[in-house]
Each structure stands twice: as C-alpha cells, then as structure tokens.
C-alpha cells in the first residue's frame, strides 16, 4: 500500500510564501509515477495546481503559474510545493497525489494514491 504524507501547511497573509512538501513511501522514479498537487476550497470541486514527472518534467494551472513551483528529491521520495504570492483564492486544503504514467497531468482521475490532506489558509 502506498502512503502520502503532506506537511507545512499553514496560516499566511496575502501576497506572502509557504512550502509545502509530500513524502511518499515509493521511490517514484524507478516506479515512473507522476506526482501531482491538488487543492480543493469548500464547496467546490477538487482541482489539480501542478505536477511532476519522474523525469523532471512540469505541469501548472493557469491560475498558478508564475507563482508556484513544484519540484521533487528522488532520494528522499519527496514532492515540494512552493507558493508564491499567495492570494485568498488560494485558500484550500491540498492534497499530494502519485499515478503510474499518468498521461492528463492535473485529473484526479489519472492518480491512484491520496495522502490526507494540509490546510492552507490565505488571508487578505
């Protein structure tokens, strides 16, 4: 069974920073999954924010390019997200996600295991 584990989440104000980072419990370049970021606010759908190939290769929503950046530590099985700029629509709960040889980079769907879950809260 593959594990998830977010962290880092927090409290921050309006066009401030926060790192978020998701340990995975499988070496994902030699599996060749996919890493995903996702977030969900209440009451709306869940929504991809960026992912990461075993190779290196990276996938952003509009809504966050420029501002975030995701990269990953294969050798300590770990995804990173860094946010930049935030904004109060930023505000949700992200989520870290694995696939294998995901093709639609930022679907849920595409993504087999979840971790739990960190809340990021943006105030204005």
């Known amino acids: 069974q593959v594990q998830l584990m977010e962290s880092g989440g927090g409290s921050v104000q309006s066009g401030g920073s926060l790192t978020i980072s998701c340990t995975v419990s499988l070496n994902t370049y030699k599996r060749r999954h996919s890493m995903g970021w996702f977030r969900q606010a209440p009451g709306k759908e869940r929504e991809g924010v960026a992912a990461?190939?075993?190779?290196?290769?990276?996938n952003y929503a509009e809504s966050v390019k420029g501002r975030f950046t995701i990269s990953q530590e294969t050798a300590k099985n770990t995804v990173y997200l860094q946010m930049n700029s935030l904004k109060p629509e930023d505000t949700a709960m992200y989520y870290c996600a694995a696939g294998y040889l995901v093709a639609s980079k930022l679907d849920t769907y595409e993504y087999n295991y979840w971790g739990q879950g960190t809340q990021v809260t943006v105030s204005s």
């Open positions: 990461i190939d075993p190779d290196g290769s990276t």
